[in-house]
């Protein structure tokens, strides 16, 4: 049974995105794998590699508008599993980006060890490694850019138990030498603070929380908070908003709202909508037209072992 202080925090994190809206138009970058945590966390941190003991493969198409003919869109595609009886977790991700300022091709495999600390708690140690390809303009050439492909690491690990999880990762550890070319302000190396759980409010309803910190250098802390809801485990609905972000120079952070929807078709497939009030590349590229971004997954499992919580 949940103590008083869990129900408070639970309903916090789920009701507060509701009533919050604020319309700031202010900047931070993002990867847009990065941002794709919640329906992916093995995007952000490779200690969650293998957590789900189950072979998993999910595929996210966004796109900026669908009003507009050949409009700006992204592919990603992720798998994990698990062998060793478990104890060993490999995963493979790769994206295809044309929204964010870095029109970025990626591919990277992580790793993770799965250590049983107690009969309810697990620990899971991780770590990636890849390569990022994306155009670097010269700014000194009328600002001709060239692919140059970037070495990418970094490590993560994740706590977890039934109903409880706590993941602290670095997903980007290199440091990459731009010289006094542009793109150095928005390639960053943040901190991820990832906290949630899974608790049954009702016979057939599921609720799962989900708060995020993120820190990174000359940058203010950015806070994500929200919830889903699954109902007979067969539909979802949910929210999350995202605030903060702002450059410690003075930039203030960018607030947004992203709304999402999933349903189970059979047991092996999750279909999912997901809508974001703003998008944080649109903001100064884009000065009219729509904000919003929108986003498709399709999520397999093969041999499922029961309800996929993430």
Known sequence: MMISFQSRFLYFVVILPFLIFDADK????????????????????PGFTGVRETFNMTAMFRRKWFTIQNSPSSQTFAADGTFGNGKFGVGFQAMNDQTSFFTTT????????HLGISDQWKLAMGGQGGINVLPVFDVGSSFNSTNRALGSFGIGAWLHSDNFYLGVSKPELLSQGFGQQQIAYYYRRPLYVMIGGSYDLADEVKLIPNVLFVQEKDYKLRVDFGGRFWFNEKVGVGTTYHAGGGSSFGGSGINYLQLSAEVMVGRNVRLGYFYSTKQ????????????????LMLKFVPNPNGFQKY
């Not at 944080?280 to 986003?295: A, D, M, W, Y």
């Open 26 to 45: 202010s900047f931070a970058q993002r990867e847009v794998m990065y941002e794709q945590y919640l329906q992916n966390p093995m995007a952000i941190n």
């Open 106 to 113: 990626a591919f990277s495999a992580s790793f993770a060890y």
């Open 280 to 295: 944080v590349e649109q903001l100064n590229l884009v000065t009219t037209g729509p904000k919003g971004i929108h986003e």
